[in-house]
């Protein structure tokens, strides 16, 4: 069973930073690619950034488009969100998620039918 636990949110001011890690359990965890999404209260969830797994090619959402930067370790099961020039429009939960090994066919990875594992979530609040 694949588990995915999210940490590093927290409360800070527009223009800090964050970095937010996901880290994924299982003895056979594999994946095709990973994704970080995020929900503001009364908000539908929305797609942040993705990476696939073995190549490292990554996509963003525009609106976090040369602020925020995802990254992985393949050795250690672990994918990361760094967050530059934070502003209050951030402010949601973040979720991590993973795809299954082999892609679903003609489903984009902005999209959350392309994952089949998401963490619990961590939340990040920026506030002046």
């Known amino acids: 069973q694949v588990q995915l636990v999210e940490s590093g949110g927290g409360l800070v001011q527009p223009g800090d930073s964050l970095r937010l890690s996901c880290v994924a359990s299982?003895?056979?965890?594999?994946?095709?690619?990973m994704a970080w999404f995020r929900q503001a209260p009364g908000k539908e969830r929305e797609f942040v950034a993705a990476?696939?797994?073995?190549?490292?090619?990554?996509i963003y959402a525009e609106s976090v488009e040369g602020r925020f930067t995802i990254s992985r370790n393949n050795a250690e099961n672990t994918l990361y969100l760094q967050m530059d020039s934070l502003k209050t429009g951030d402010t949601a939960k973040y979720y991590c998620?993973?795809?299954?090994?082999?892609?679903?066919?003609?489903?984009?990875?902005?999209?959350?039918?392309?994952?089949?594992?998401w963490g619990q979530g961590t939340q990040v609040t920026v506030s002046s």
């Open positions: 990476i696939t797994w073995i190549v490292g090619t990554t």
């Open positions: 299982g003895r056979t965890f594999k994946t095709n690619a």
């Open positions: 998620a993973a795809s299954p090994t082999i892609a679903r066919p003609n489903v984009s990875l902005r999209l959350g039918a392309a994952y089949e594992h």
